[in-house]
């Protein structure tokens, strides 16, 4: 039985230097402050992480008080322009955890927002 995919495609802007924001989603560590914390979301990988296609980074979280392990692949790796990750989530929770990053990465770089 094949397996199907979930593909979520998310693009934002920023009011900052396209450097500077690229820089901020290459350490990986970021990730845990723009995750909603009720995840409870840590990265297991120890860092430095260098950030390259085919770099696998692995998280802790808790979903529905459930321990998780979550595994992410970078698939595509273009500084300054774009990266493209590849993850197993449940596709669900999914929208959910990326509509509060998007209000968070506008908080940590823009310094705005609610």
């Known amino acids: 039985m094949p397996t199907l995919a979930h593909i979520l495609e998310r693009?934002?802007?920023v009011e900052i230097p396209i450097d500077d924001a690229f820089d901020f989603y290459g350490d990986a560590h970021n990730l845990e402050r723009i995750t909603p914390p009720w995840?409870?979301?840590?990265?297991?990988t120890p860092g430095p992480i260098e950030m390259e296609v085919g770099t696998l980074i692995e998280y802790r979280l808790r979903l529905h008080r459930v321990p998780?392990?979550?595994r992410t692949r970078i698939e595509v790796w273009e500084p300054p322009r774009r990266f493209v990750d590849?993850?197993?989530?449940?596709?669900?929770?999914?929208r959910q955890i990326?509509?509060?990053r998007r209000?968070?990465?506008?908080?940590e770089l823009e310094g705005t927002g609610p």
């Open 11 to 13: 693009e934002q802007n």
């Open 39 to 44: 995840l409870g979301f840590e990265v297991t």
């Open 68 to 70: 998780v392990r979550w």
């Open 86 to 94: 590849v993850q197993v989530l449940v596709r669900r929770d999914l």
């Open 98 to 100: 990326f509509d509060y």
């Open 103 to 107: 209000e968070a990465v506008v908080r």
